[in-house]
């Protein structure tokens, strides 16, 4: 099983509408998870870090997670044009004991595409 | 928030020549950075974690002696392409975990830019 797991898309939404990207992830110890979003050719941008079961609102976005289901979302209310981008879910797991060696793992990412 | 800086933007360089990338946080210190290489319509690829005052540890299948790491202070990292070719052409990007509340090490990281290197 992947580390990390995203479906590639694309995820076509029109203007207005809640876009919804999940990620899965394989181990069960993970303590912090992030969403980051990419516009082509640019570099990764922080949207969102969750840490503890449940939502976790900034604005139009919502983050979701479920650690006894392994299972962190994504939800974009009102999706605007300006949201198209690669969605890439991260999540920080342990490779070896000790706290030095965690290692933020990324999803291949979800391609988003909002319609006007 | 926290923020990355990295120079150059874009590198137009010779086949065979060196290029070195420079990856900076201005707000906050770093022992350590990661540098991510990603080729067109691909992920993000962790190469190699920069620690300052030490060797870098890099991944598996990435060659040491052609991606030189240094990391001299806590605010600074390089990386430098020796030797490039055209199949080093990519897009390199530097990131940090700032201390946001929480361990370090749950702290999400922070990307500078992106260098995108074209070797001719």
């Known amino acids: 099983q992947k580390e990390v797991e995203q479906n590639s898309g694309p995820l076509s939404v029109p203007e207005g509408a809640i876009a919804s990207l999940n990620c899965t992830y394989s181990d069960r110890v993970s303590q912090s998870f992030f969403w980051y979003r990419q516009y082509s050719g640019k570099s990764p941008e922080l949207i969102m870090s969750i840490y503890s079961n449940g939502d976790k609102e900034d604005g139009r976005f919502t983050a979701q997670l479920n650690k006894a289901s392994q299972y962190v979302s994504l939800l974009i209310r009102d999706s605007q044009p300006s949201d198209s981008a690669t969605y890439l879910c991260a999540v920080n797991i342990l490779k070896n004991s000790g706290g030095s060696n965690y290692k933020l793992t990324f999803g291949k990412g979800t391609l988003l595409t909002v319609n006007p | 928030g926290a923020v990355v800086s990295q120079h150059p933007s874009r590198v137009i360089c010779k086949s065979g020549t060196s290029v070195k990338i420079e990856c900076r946080s201005l707000d906050f210190q770093a022992t350590t950075m990661f540098w991510y290489r990603q080729f067109p319509k691909q992920s993000l690829m962790l190469m190699a974690t920069s620690n300052e005052g030490s060797k870098a540890t890099y991944e598996q299948g990435v060659e040491k002696d052609k991606f030189l790491i240094n990391h001299a202070s806590l605010t600074l990292s390089t990386l430098t392409v020796t030797s490039a070719h055209p199949e080093d052409s990519s897009f390199y990007i ?22 995108r290197l074209t070797v001719t």
């Open chain 2, 94 to 115: 530097c990131s940090a975990r700032a201390p946001e509340g929480k361990s370090l090490y749950n702290s999400p990281l922070h990307f500078g830019n992106g260098t």
